[in-house]
């Protein structure tokens, strides 16, 4: 099993570009979850699918940041234009169900540096 | 408003002694509670979880206590290890999954 898969590991893009984060989810899969760490507020939920439809958007801080999951291995996340402050490590996790018994899956975070 | 707080950012213990991390939450309708380690260039992983139908949890040298009058969480680790040394989340789940802000753990040999 490869895990969940992130790509690019690390970020560096001077304020104003855009930025695309993604995800392979794990295989058999069907909740996919975007998280971002920070040192201040520590792991915040972004976005979560189920069967590859958007659950819940709340967390996602404006409309700078959009995510899709075109199919069941494969989601991204962007960021146009992106700004310092989206400086963070951003996740992805999968697991088995939507279940709040059934453990995330993460994958190993894209580093985002905004200058 | 942060709905789950680790108010220790860092925790230091001896080889061999235990390590205790402390986990508060504010909203009563979290009834599943989940820890998770990260260490570093890595994401974090599945620990130990409790639901609150019980107050304990064991699995091997981690055991979670759950205080669901104090609204209160611990993780405890005996006897700690150097390879423990991690950052640590409690998480906590109603609707949807809720984390702290973690507890950078450091086991001195």
């Known amino acids: 099993d490869a895990g969940v898969i992130q790509s690019p590991r690390h970020e560096v893009t001077e304020m104003g570009q855009e930025v695309t984060l993604r995800c392979k989810p794990i295989?058999?899969?069907?909740?996919l979850f975007w998280y971002r760490q920070t040192m201040m507020r520590g792991l915040e939920l972004l976005i979560y699918?189920?069967?590859?439809?958007?659950?819940?958007d709340s967390g996602m801080p404006e409309d700078r940041f959009s995510a899709k999951m075109p199919n069941a291995s494969f989601s991204t996340l962007k960021i146009q234009p992106s700004e310092p402050r989206d400086s963070a490590v951003y996740f992805c996790?999968?697991?088995?169900?939507?279940?709040?018994?059934?453990?995330?899956?993460f994958g190993n975070g894209t580093r985002l540096t905004v200058t | 408003d942060q709905q789950v707080k680790q108010n220790s950012p860092s925790l230091s213990v001896q080889e061999g002694r235990i390590s205790i991390l402390n986990c508060d939450y504010t909203?009563?309708?979290?009834?599943?509670f989940l820890w998770y380690k990260k260490y570093p260039a890595e994401g974090p992983t599945f620990l130990i979880s409790?639901?609150?139908?019980?107050d304990k949890n064991e699995d091997g040298r981690f055991t979670v206590f759950l205080n669901k009058s104090a609204k209160h969480l611990s993780l405890h680790i005996v006897p700690s290890q150097p390879g423990d040394s991690a950052v640590y989340f409690c998480?906590?789940?109603?609707?949807?999954?809720?984390f702290g802000a973690g507890t950078i753990l450091r086991v001195k040999s």
């Open positions: 996790a999968s697991s088995s169900a939507t279940g709040k018994r059934s453990p995330l899956h």
């Open positions: 295989s058999g899969h069907n909740s």
């Open positions: 699918f189920n069967n590859n439809v958007p659950i819940d």
């Open positions: 909203n009563s309708m979290f009834d599943y």
């Open positions: 409790i639901s609150s139908i019980k």
């Open positions: 998480a906590a789940s109603g609707n949807k999954l809720v």
